[in-house]
C-alpha cells in the first residue's frame, strides 16, 4: 500500500516486509522496543478513518496512483502527517459519488429519451 510504507520504503530499511500474515507491531511489543513510526501510523489510520480495512488501503492506493501519486511519494507524505490518508480518502470519495451522479444522470437521460 503507498499509504502505509513498507519496510524498504520506511527509513530506507533493507529487512524484508512482513509477510502476508506477519506483522511487526506484535514483535516489537513483545521485544519491548519502541514501535517504528510505520507501525504507529498503521494503528493511528484506524482513528482518522473509522473504515478502514485493507480494502479500503488498496483502493486508496489504486486512486492515489491514478491521480499521478507514486506509492513512494504516498508512503513518505502519509509518514510525515498520516492525515494524508484521510485527505486521500476524502477526495477519493467526492471523485466516487460525482462519477455515480453522472452515471444516474446518463442512465435518467437515456430512460427519459427512450419514453
Given amino acids: 500500500m503507498a499509504a502505509v510504507p513498507t519496510d524498504q520504503e520506511f527509513a530506507g530499511t533493507t529487512r524484508p516486509a512482513p509477510g502476508p500474515k506477519e506483522t511487526r507491531t506484535i514483535p516489537a511489543i513483545r521485544s519491548g522496543k519502541p514501535p517504528s513510526a510505520r507501525a504507529r501510523c498503521t ?3 484506524p482513528q482518522l478513518i473509522a473504515d478502514w480495512s485493507p480494502e479500503l488501503d488498496a483502493k486508496l492506493t489504486g486512486y492515489g496512483t491514478a ?3 507514486s506509492r513512494e511519494e504516498m ?8 492525515a494524508f490518508v484521510k ?10 459519488t460525482v462519477r455515480k451522479k453522472n452515471t444516474q444522470q446518463t442512465f435518467d437521460a437515456a430512460q427519459a429519451a427512450a419514453r
Avoid: F, I, V
Fill in 67 to 69: 491521480q499521478g501519486l
Fill in 43 to 45: 494503528a493511528h489510520l
Fill in 75 to 82: 508512503a513518505q507524505a502519509t509518514l510525515q502527517n498520516p
Fill in 87 to 96: 485527505l486521500l480518502h476524502k477526495a477519493h470519495q467526492h471523485d466516487d
